[in-house]
Structure formats: C-alpha cells, structure tokens
C-alpha cells in the first residue's frame, strides 16, 4: 500500500511521472543488481575465473521477475548487505549456479554499481525534458523577438526589453545546464568493483581485467581506484540536479509573478474544466507553477544532504550511501515531475501580448526617464542630466501625472527638445536596445 507522495494514488501525479516510478521502482532496482551480479559472471566466466556453465546460467536467470522480491525486503530487516539480493536469487539458480554468483566481489560493489545504474536511468529522462524545456524557451524567444515589454529591476518597472530576450535568457540559462548534465557523465557513471576495502584482495591474478570486462558490459566507466567512501560522484550527481531545479525553479517563479492579476503577462495553460477554487469560481489559480515551485525547491533542499554524506568513516561507512538510497531516488522522482510539468507550462504558455502593451504605460511614462537623460546628457552633462530629471520624475510619480506634463515645464528639457522629440524618447518601443539582436544571438547559438 503506498505511504509516500511519491507512490500516493492520490498525490503521486504531483510528485512523481509514471515514467520516473517505473524506472525507481524495486523490480528496477532489483534488475539493475542482478544486471551488476550478471555481468560479473559473464566476465568472470570468459576469463576461466568460474565455470562458462554456470556463468551462462546466472546470466539467463537475472531477472528480477523471478525473484520473490518482498522476501528481499524481509531479510532486510537483518541485514543491509546485498545477502537478501543473493539468498532471493539463489532459490531460482539450478545446477548449482548460486555457488558462483558475487565471487569476489563485496556487496557494495553490488549495490553502488547498481545506483550508477539507476542514476544513468534517471538521467537520460531528466536530460531528455529538460531540453525540451530549452526547446521551448527558444521557440518563445523567437516568437516574441520583438514583443515590447515592461523590463523590472527590484520587482519595479526599469526599462523596455522585448519577452523574446527574457525567453533567451531563460534558454542560455538551462542551456548551461544541460552543458553541466553531460559533462558530469564520465565522472558519475563509474561502476564499482574493488571487493572488500577496494583491493580486490579477491582477485589479485585477474582482478583488473574481470572489472573493465564488468564495466564495457555494463557500459560504464572503469574505477581508477574504489570509490567505496569517495562519494563526490554521488554529491556532483545531486549538485547539479540542484542547479537545474534552481534555473527551473527561476523561470517558472518569474511566470508567476507576471501571472499576478495586476500585471497578468503571462498565464500558466488554462483549459475548461480546470478549478481553480472551491469557493470561487472565477479564479484561475497559477496551481501547476506553484506545484513546480513546491518540487523543485525539494529537490534543492536535497543536495545540502548528500554532500553531507560525503564524509564517511576508513574503508567503508554504510551510513554514507543508505542517504543516497533514500534521498537520491526522491530528487529524480521531484526533478521529473517539475520537468514534466514545466514542458506543458512553456510549451503552452499564454502571452498576453496586449498586456504587455498595456503595462508599458503604467507609470506614464516614468520608465522612459534614461532613455530622456541619455538624450539631455551630451548637451547638459550626464550628473546634470540626472539630476534635472529625478526632480521631475519623483514630481510625476508623487502626484501621479504623465511624465511628459512634467518634461514639457521643465525650462531645461524645454530649451533643448521639441515636443516631437520629447514624445520620441517616451517611446518604449524606441528604446529595446539590441534586446532583438541578444535573442539572435542565443538562437544562433543553439541552432545546431
């Protein structure tokens, strides 16, 4: 009976993808064990170090489906080595074969090798989605390369940018994310095979060659030395998990906030028959961002913990890895479900151009003032400049009247520019800077 968020038939969909369940589960698990104690064999029997034989048949038999695999969870309770895997497999092994299954091996070799595994799993999804999200950001930015908008510096209205340099920013952005995701793989997709303080005591005649043959079947990379209590794979591996949660976790708070019934920019998607509210009726809550928020600020919280685990006692600290087992899991499971809902929220996002439009003249014109001072600075002095045109911003803004009534009785500006040119610099569209050729830019970059 499900007990957590994650497996929940109630909450699951919040906190975890189908997808993510099925590859976390403990059949998935179990199987990539099995894959580990298999390819062990199979190396071990090509090298004459145990029978072809009975190399053949734990390798035809490494199937978690044959396993009783709550008997595993049982023994469990007695122990936190890889003896419950192999006492489960034993019961299915005929000829024999169980006698020469996990030889020389130790069960973290197992069981590390096995979360690698997992991990490479979970990680061909998470990278997967998030560029889509990239994907979608790009399709954003050029779409809207020159839908004028209000830019906010310190939560208040700055100066114009277009909601394609916003997008562009925002692609960059998970662009060097999905750089730090696969620069990580040869450092944490490493198997582990070292026997009982990384030795391979075990196996000093062929130790070496029966872990690179494990590992080319595995598909992993070959360990310089064990990494029984160096952990910084595992704590890199969740690390950037954290970093992408963080970029995520920026753009979709920045599509809330401009979701805000006073400003209502953007809008997460919207369908009939969604509620937003028992009570309500009207509302169109942002409930799928918040949702996203809510994930990826878990999976953030996550990282603190595993590199914690880092520090581990001698040759080998169960405690280290027993937080990863646990912990590790829960960031995919988060990470997907916010990537999963992320995906629909950009690919479908509503822009509400004319509001956008509309916002640009919210403070009637007070977001224009650099653009009016860069215009008076060539003539009167930039510090002059600034000054004659706070005094009449902060004028405007305290008796919230149109900047230009202010301009146009200010002697200074007056001497200096027509009306015509005074309506000019008030433009917001006539002041974007290279925000367009920006957006170019990262489209450029990311065009391959």
């Not at 199937?63 to 489960?88: H, N, Q, R, W």
């Not at 990680?123 to 399709?139: A, S, V």
């Not at 620069?183 to 029966?210: C, N, W, Y």
């Not at 080998?316 to 916010?338: K, Q, V």
Request: net charge negative; glycine share 6%; with cysteine.
């Amino acid at each position: 009976m499900p007990s957590t968020a994650i497996d929940s038939q109630i909450h699951g969909c919040m906190f975890s993808t189908d997808e993510m369940r099925k590859t976390l589960s403990d059949e998935a698990w179990v199987q990539k064990w099995l894959d580990t104690e298999a390819a062990l064999a199979k190396a071990q029997g090509e090298l004459g170090i145990i029978p072809k034989d009975k190399a053949d048949t734990i390798q035809k038999y490494a199937k978690a489906e044959l396993l009783d695999i709550p008997s595993i969870g049982e023994f469990y309770k007695s122990s936190i080595t890889i003896v419950p895997l192999l006492k489960a497999f034993k019961k299915v092994l005929p000829d024999n074969a169980g006698e020469f299954v996990h030889w020389g091996a130790t069960s973290q070799d197992i069981v590390d090798t096995g979360i690698v595994l997992l991990e490479r799993d979970a990680y061909e999804i998470i990278l997967r989605d998030i560029k889509l999200c990239q994907e979608y950001c790009l399709d954003l930015a050029k779409k809207h390369r020159n839908t004028v908008m209000s830019g906010r510096t310190h939560v208040v209205h700055a100066l114009p940018i277009t909601f394609g340099y916003k997008a562009a920013i925002w692609a960059d952005e998970l662009g060097r994310d999905i750089e730090r995701l696969e620069q990580i793989k040869d450092r944490v997709f490493v198997g582990e095979m070292a026997g009982a303080v990384g030795t391979l005591a075990s196996q000093p005649e062929h130790g070496l060659a029966v872990q690179k043959r494990m590992m080319e079947i595995l598909g992993l990379n070959v360990p310089t030395i064990a990494w029984h209590v160096a952990r910084d794979n595992q704590a890199e591996f969740v690390s950037v998990l954290a970093l992408c949660a963080g970029t995520l976790g920026r753009i979709i708070h920045e599509i809330l906030t401009l979701q805000r019934t006073e400003i209502l920019e953007l809008e997460e998607p919207f369908f009939m028959g969604k509620v937003g509210s028992s009570t309500m009726p009207h509302k169109r809550n942002p409930a799928v961002l918040e949702n996203v928020l809510a994930l990826l600020r878990n999976v953030r919280s996550i990282a603190p913990s595993i590199v914690e685990s880092m520090i581990s006692e001698n040759e080998r600290d169960w405690g280290c890895f027993l937080s990863e087992w646990e912990a590790i899991p829960r960031a995919c499971h988060m990470m997907a479900a916010a990537l999963e809902k992320s995906k629909n929220i950009l690919k479908n996002l509503i822009v509400y151009e004319k509001h956008m439009e509309r916002n640009l003249f919210k403070q009637k014109g007070l977001m224009m003032s650099e653009c009016v001072m860069m215009h008076m600075a060539p003539r009167l002095g930039r510090m002059t400049a600034h000054e004659i045109i706070y005094k009449g911003a902060m004028e405007a803004y305290e008796k919230e009247i149109p900047f230009k009534d202010v301009l146009m009785n200010t002697p200074a500006v007056k001497e200096e520019f027509t009306e015509e040119e005074i309506d000019h610099m008030l433009n917001p569209h006539s002041y974007i800077g290279l925000a367009p050729e920006f957006v170019d830019r990262v489209l450029a970059k990311y065009s391959k």
